[in-house]
């Protein structure tokens, strides 16, 4: 369905940062681009920690972000609100884009319809419903890719490289893995020398108990466990003889990262450390915490980040109708 408005006519484009992932505001700029050839207003409405981990895609879509600071929940959406129809009245725009999944715009929508706008919604597929969709003349639904339009324009390297090399350095990850799971040979058995002689054997009475073991040959080390600090009497007065210590066990190999299999592992300072956003009390949008927290390997590739969170909801608070996440101990600093 074409959205093309008359020759001449200005387009605006009004994103709601905190809602939508970085590709879908790519995504949305394109498309516009395609669809009119031009686009005079584009802004973006977020947070101060959305602004900054976001720069570099503003710089590159030519959009103007324009910092909220959060007094309540609902504060940037009013804030874009209120521009749109300062926008309205001042540029006379012929077709407004909303880029947000939000049905708290449907009011805004309304409004600019009367005021002669032909109003379009762009959204992220997945998080907006049906009642959403029917306020606006036109919605358009975009797959989030899941971070690929926040790098910088131009193929990556990973891209760069022919396939055998992709398939090679596909193969070396895994086995990377394991071997920094594995504990070093100095970890498994750290030897204690053990004394130069053993204890001297006490003869056994008439019910003999098993014999000492013989004195370790020198230069040989042994790691003694604390069973052989346990002594027992022989029935001679003064004299005890030692048990002999059980052969020392490897530690425990190093506790492997966190996974789908293993994500009640992951603490609150992990979290924070993959996403220092949320250190602020700010509430991020679940699929960027999700793309932190995979890229810091501390979330599997494959695990649901809904069920990490649900296993720590002393610390994490999940906010739905959209996704967002937001650390509670931000309240107590």
């Known amino acids: 369905m074409s959205t093309s408005p008359l020759h001449g006519g200005k387009v605006m484009l009004l994103v709601d940062a905190d809602n939508v992932s970085a590709d879908v505001m790519e995504q949305a700029v394109r498309r ?4 009119h050839g031009h686009l005079h207003v584009r802004r973006a409405y977020c947070t101060p920690e959305v602004a900054l981990r976001h ?4 710089k590159r879509l030519g959009m103007r972000p324009l910092v909220n600071l959060a007094a309540g929940k609902n504060s940037t959406d009013i804030a874009l609100a209120v521009d749109a129809l300062d926008l309205a009245i001042a540029e006379r725009p012929q077709v407004v884009y909303l880029v947000s999944s939000d049905s708290d715009f449907a009011p805004l929508v309304l409004r600019l319809r009367e005021k002669g706008c032909r109003v379009c919604g762009i959204g992220q597929q ?4 049906d009642e959403t ?7 358009i639904d975009l797959v989030h890719k899941g971070g690929e339009a926040a ?3 131009g193929p990556s390297a990973t891209q760069a490289r022919p396939p055998a090399a992709r398939k090679a350095a596909a193969k070396k990850v895994p086995a990377a893995r394991k071997a920094a799971r594995r504990p070093t040979a100095a970890a498994v058995a750290e030897p204690v020398p053990a004394p130069a002689t053993a204890p001297v054997p006490v003869p056994a009475p008439a019910t003999a108990l098993p014999p000492a073991p013989a004195a370790a040959p020198v230069g040989k080390k042994a790691k003694p466990s604390p069973a052989a600090k346990k002594t027992r009497s022989t029935g001679t007065r003064g ?4 048990d002999a210590a059980p ?15 293993q994500e009640a592992l992951v603490d609150a300072d992990a979290i924070l450390s993959a996403v220092p956003a949320l250190r602020g009390g700010a509430e991020v949008a679940l699929n960027d915490v999700a793309q932190a927290l995979r890229a810091a390997r501390v979330l599997g590739k494959n695990a649901s980040s809904i069920k990490l969170f649900d296993k720590l909801p002393a610390d994490f608070q999940v906010l739905h109708q959209p996704d967002r996440i937001r650390w509670k101990g931000a309240a107590g600093r």
């Open 247 to 261: 052969p020392a066990e490897p530690p425990d190999v190093a506790r492997k990262p966190a996974s789908g299999r």
């Open 55 to 58: 720069q570099g895609l503003f």
């Open 32 to 35: 516009v681009l395609a669809e």
């Open 239 to 242: 004299e005890r003889t030692v």
């Open 151 to 153: 790098a910088a324009p």
């Open 133 to 139: 969709r029917a306020a606006y003349d036109h919605f």
């Open 126 to 129: 997945g998080k907006t419903g």
